[in-house]
Nanobody
C-alpha cells in the first residue's frame, strides 16, 4: 500500500524555522521526483489550488524552488530511509498553509498534509 505521511507542522512565530518530514512506503522512493506543495486553508480544496513549493529530482541532483521561498526553504531526500524533508527558515505569515508531500513519476501520490501556521 502506497503511503506518504507528512509530519513536523505546527505553530511558529515570524522569523522562526520548521522542518517538515515526509515518510514514504509501499513504493521505491528513489525512482520518483519528490515535491512539497502547499495550500492555504479555507480556499477551494481542488488540486489546482495547490502551489508548488519545492522539487527534488530522483537521486537528489536537481532542485527547484518557488520564487517566494528561494533562499529560505531547502528540500532534501534520504532514499535509504525513504524520507523527504523541507527545512523552512525565516518563516513569515504568508507561509501559513497545509503542506503536502508528492511523489511523481508515471504515477502521482499525495500525502494528507501537515498544517503550518506562522503568527505573531
Amino acid at each position: 500500500q502506497v503511503q506518504l505521511v507528512e509530519s513536523g507542522g505546527g505553530l511558529v512565530q515570524p522569523g522562526g524555522s520548521l522542518r517538515l518530514s515526509c515518510a514514504a512506503s509501499g513504493f521505491n522512493l528513489g525512482w520518483f521526483a519528490m515535491s512539497w506543495f502547499r495550500q492555504v486553508p479555507g480556499k477551494d480544496h481542488s488540486l489546482n489550488e495547490r502551489e508548488l513549493v519545492a522539487t527534488v529530482s530522483p537521486g537528489g541532483k536537481f532542485t527547484h524552488y518557488a520564487d517566494s521561498v528561494k533562499g529560505r526553504f531547502t528540500i532534501s531526500r534520504d532514499d535509504s530511509k525513504s524520507m523527504v524533508y523541507l527545512q523552512m527558515d525565516s518563516l513569515n505569515p504568508d507561509d501559513t498553509a497545509v503542506y503536502y508531500c508528492q511523489a511523481s513519476k508515471t504515477q502521482t501520490y499525495w500525502g494528507q498534509g501537515t498544517l503550518v501556521i506562522v503568527f505573531a
